[in-house]
């Protein structure tokens, strides 16, 4: 196992977020229910109706793009959480992993991204650096920079799926859409719309 990785871990499955998933996700029910109390104390006629439906449709958008992208890792698969679809891969079905944004190949050739750890890769300020430095200290900060962020969550995946591709069931890739996020989102822009219309 590469150094900087934690071992792996076996049983209830794992959710992993971005790390500032939950600061937004917080900050934003804070922020929509306090907004939502004054509009029900001080608003008057349709504004309250439409100001509801609006942050009823913020808060719906807050939970698909914010909250939702997760990986989700058992000993079984790896899941990848999504706004808009959901996608398990058997560990035997996972072929690589790359950072900067995460991305997982499977083996039948098709990619997918997580929204959970879409960072992209500094490539100016990288290769600037290298230019400035030696080859040694250019390999150091690869090799540091591969465990901050999507590159330390891509490796921890790597040795997960090297210690499970044999002892997992395999199956094929699922996809799905995920109408738990979708859903709402259409419900509340469809209540918009509704009330805003309304007379």
């Known amino acids: 196992m590469s150094a900087g990785t934690s071992p792996p871990r076996?049983?209830?499955?794992?959710?992993?977020?971005?790390?500032?998933?939950?600061?937004?996700?917080?900050?934003?029910?804070?922020?929509?229910?306090?907004?939502?109390?004054?509009?029900?104390?001080?608003?008057?006629?349709?504004?309250?109706?439409i100001s509801l439906a609006a942050l009823a449709l913020v808060g719906a958008l807050v939970h698909a793009l914010a909250w939702r992208p997760a990986l989700v890792v058992d000993d079984d698969a790896l899941s990848m959480r999504n706004p808009l679809k959901d996608v398990r891969l058997p560990w035997p079905q996972v072929a690589k992993v790359s950072s900067h944004p995460l991305t997982v190949e499977a083996a039948d050739g098709r990619r997918f991204q997580s929204w959970a750890y879409s960072d992209a890769r500094p490539r100016g300020r990288r290769k600037g650096r290298a230019d400035m430095r030696s080859a040694e200290l250019g390999a150091?900060?690869?090799?540091?920079?591969?465990?901050?962020?999507?590159?330390?969550?891509?490796?921890?995946?790597?040795?997960?799926?090297?210690?499970?591709?044999?002892?997992?069931?395999?199956?094929?890739?699922?996809?799905?859409?995920?109408?738990?996020?979708?859903g709402p989102v259409l419900g509340c822009l469809l209540a918009v719309l509704v009330v805003t219309a309304l007379p």
């Not at 962020?149 to 799905?176: H, I, N, T, Y």
């Open 140 to 182: 150091s900060e690869e090799r540091g920079a591969e465990f901050s962020g999507s590159g330390f969550r891509a490796a921890q995946l790597r040795a997960r799926r090297d210690v499970r591709r044999r002892a997992a069931p395999d199956g094929s890739v699922e996809v799905r859409w995920a109408w738990w996020s979708i």
């Open 10 to 49: 076996e049983g209830k499955p794992e959710v992993h977020r971005a790390a500032t998933a939950n600061v937004l996700t917080v900050g934003a029910a804070l922020l929509g229910g306090y907004l939502a109390f004054d509009v029900i104390v001080r608003g008057e006629g349709r504004v309250v109706p």
